[in-house]
């Protein structure tokens, strides 16, 4: 059972500025990103490298993904109505 690396990604979300909400895909919407972070963060903590809770930690991955593509967004087009994220 490989251990997720969780300290890494805690980090990510800490040093960017978060918005409300996110859509994970077409199907998920977080409409509150700092809830979602808590709760996913206590579960992967508690059971860490836990197949039946891997799923919390690729949503974690998944938002931090569209964070990411969102502030590249920003930063190439300036522009901050980017779709799928509401800062």
Not at 6 to 31: G, M
């Amino acid at each position: 059972m490989e251990k997720w690396n969780i300290d890494e990604l805690e980090a990510y979300f800490k040093s960017v500025t978060l918005p409300t909400e996110i859509n994970l895909d077409q199907s998920q919407r977080v409409t509150n990103l700092k809830n979602f972070l808590d709760t996913h963060f206590s579960i992967c903590r508690l059971h860490n490298g836990h197949s039946t809770y891997h799923g919390f930690y690729l949503r974690l991955l998944q938002a931090k993904g569209v964070i990411e593509k969102t502030v590249n967004a920003i930063h190439t087009l300036d522009d901050s109505n980017t779709p799928g994220i509401t800062l």
